[in-house]
Structures are given as C-alpha cells and as structure tokens.
C-alpha cells in the first residue's frame, strides 16, 4: 500500500508539471497588475502613446525586451481603442525595474522568468500624473518562459490596467 501510495505521488508530480507546462504553452504568462495609485476612471481618454521604455540603472535585461514591450502595449492600447494621436489623450513612460531571467534551478521549482515594468500614464494635455501601477509578466512553465511571452504577459498586465480605469472594448462586459 504504502509503495502504491509513494509512486502515485510521483506520478502525480511528474503529472502535474505535465498538465502545468500544457497550460503554459496554451495560455502564454501571466500577467499581473500592482497599482501603485489608485486608477481613476480613464473613460475620457480616446489616445495613448506609448514613449520609450528604459531599463533601471544596473540591471540586466536583454537587449530587445524594451523594444518588445513597448511594441506590445502599444497594441494593447490600439485593442482598448486608443489610438496614439486621439485626443484627450495619455502617454504611457516605463521602466524595467526588475527582471529575472530563468534558470536550470527555476526549471525545476518555477516561477521561471519575470520581468516587471514600473508604468506611469501621463495626462499629455496637461503633464499631470494620472496612474501608477507595476506591470509584472511572469513565467511558470518552460513552455511560457522566453523574451516575447514574458512582455506579452506586461500587455495582459495592462489591459487589465486600462480594464480597471474603465476601458474597454465594445462588447466587454465589466467583472465583479
């Protein structure tokens, strides 16, 4: 019984990395939304330009995730219907403040890679600062982990951003 017990567990292990990789490679990762301040209601705004997106000072990213990141919140902006020269209209700056690349030990235990945008829209009329938030795109399988899914996953961390400040698409219902 007890042998049984022990080998169903590791196959459960080695089952549930399997299910989890799956997932990963249908789904893409994660992103996730760290307001900084609260949002206001965006609802007004029909514009957003997306400026250059630096790296902090120090910190080693790779070389084209800037580019893509930018290139993808872009058109997450461009789904949300704003255009970059629609007016009232917001700029989007950022920076890469953390990034965690993977590892052989990651590999084993996840998360795999991370990399996480401090964002700030400004209101471009006036230069007030609108909102703040974190954009945090997070890998936890193999299968999701690379330059391109993680700063896919900063886009779903901002359209949930746009979604809370009120943006959404025709049709988008609002959730509870």
Known sequence: MLTAAVVSTLCFGCMGRFLSEGMGAARGASGKLVEIRKTP?????????VEQITVAQGLRAPSDMPSMIRKDLAATAEKKGLSPDG?????????????EPSSTTDKAIGPLE???????LIDAQSGNLVAEANLV???????SSGTKS??????????????QGGLRKDGEKEED
């Open 87 to 99: 007016q009232p209209g917001l700029t989007l700056s950022g920076q890469i403040v953390h990034y």
């Open 114 to 120: 991370e990399v996480v945008v401090r964002a700030r």
């Open 150 to 163: 993680v700063s896919a996953g900063v886009a779903k961390a901002m359209n949930q951003w746009l979604k």
């Open 41 to 49: 209601d965006l609802s007004r705004y029909t514009g957003l330009r």
């Open 137 to 143: 795109g997070r890998s936890k399988a193999i299968s």
